[in-house]
């Protein structure tokens, strides 16, 4: 059985994490989301997500190609991509985060579309070690929590 978990309780267990992940996502608007085409190849699309009150979602336009790809299969990884260091300077690298799991339907609706939280399976976020000659690459599931693994 694959357990999930909603922003909020990602947030009750790690405070720390949660919160470095929601400043990256919060530091650019737009973000990378792959969902599934038909015959199971990714799509790759831009999006914008909000985190707050215990969720992390993101709306769809209606008619939107990826609609059709969540209704068929829900799963979603979502990517906030780092702005480059100055190239003398790696230590100031911000980092990067991605998060995946199944897009949910929320009852929150607009005009111009739909809106999906997401029940995660994973989160992850890649940072600069210290000294900066490593990246850190810090893991979480709700099932086996978090680890980190130091890359050299």
């Known amino acids: ?15 720390e994490l949660s919160a470095k992940v929601a400043a990256l996502f919060g530091r650019r608007k737009h973000h990378v989301m792959a969902t ?19 969720a992390f979602g993101f709306g769809v336009m209606t008619g939107a190609i990826r609609l059709v790809d969540l209704g068929r299969d ?8 780092g702005i480059d260091p100055p190239e ?21 609706q607009s005009e111009a579309g739909e809106f999906f939280v997401v029940d995660i399976d994973e989160v992850v976020l890649t940072s600069m070690g ?13 099932t086996a929590g978090r680890t980190v693994t130091p890359r050299y």
Do not use: N, Y
């Open 88 to 108: 003398h300077d790696h230590s100031a690298w911000e980092g990067e985060a991605k998060l995946s799991g199944r897009a949910l339907a929320a009852p929150t």
């Open 1 to 15: 059985m694959l357990f999930r978990s909603s922003w909020g309780e990602f947030e009750a267990a790690e405070p």
């Open 36 to 54: 599934l085409r038909r015959d199971g190849s990714p799509r790759l699309s831009g999006t914008e997500v909000s985190i707050g009150d215990g």
């Open 130 to 142: 210290s000294p900066a000659d490593h990246l850190v690459i810090e893991h979480w599931t709700p």
């Open 74 to 81: 829900p799963r979603v990884a979502i990517h906030c991509q």
